[in-house]
Nanobody, 122 residues
Framework: QVRLVESGGGSVQADDSLRLTCTNS????????VGWFRQAPGKEREFVAA??????DTTVADSVKGRFTISRDNAKVYLQMNNLKPEDTAVYYC?????????????????WGQGTQVTVSS
């Protein structure tokens, strides 16, 4: 069973940093690729970052490259967000993939958390 819980969201100023954490409340998800997605008001959900099961293979969206980093240990997956911009404002979701590999494709993700709000003010 996989039940994902995101934490670490909040309201910050532009150029501030936040670290989001994704936890599987039922057990570890060490065999799953994990991704972060976000959805801003009035927009479709979009890919942000993904990591494979070992934590050795990652990818991030071009819009956050150089500012966001994804990492994991056995129990949690993290999204470090630096130099935040107002356009990063969204609800951020973590998701566990059907595969052990990283993927940017939303349909590959089987389990989703409820999301955590990130608001960045200018």
């Amino acid at each position: 069973q996989v039940r994902l819980v995101e934490s670490g969201g909040g309201s910050v100023q532009a150029d501030d940093s936040l670290r989001l954490t994704c936890t599987n409340s039922q057990r570890t998800f060490s065999n799953n690729g994990v991704g972060w997605f976000r959805q801003a008001p009035g927009k479709e959900r979009e890919f942000v970052a993904a990591i494979d099961w070992r934590g050795s293979d990652t990818t991030v969206a071009d819009s956050v490259k150089g500012r966001f980093t994804i990492s994991r240990d056995n129990a949690k997956v993290y999204l470090q967000m630096n130099n935040l911009k107002p356009e990063d404002t969204a609800v951020y979701y973590c998701a566990a993939s059907r595969s052990s590999a990283k993927t940017t494709i939303q349909s590959w993700y089987r389990y989703w958390g409820q999301g955590t709000q990130v608001t960045v003010s200018s």
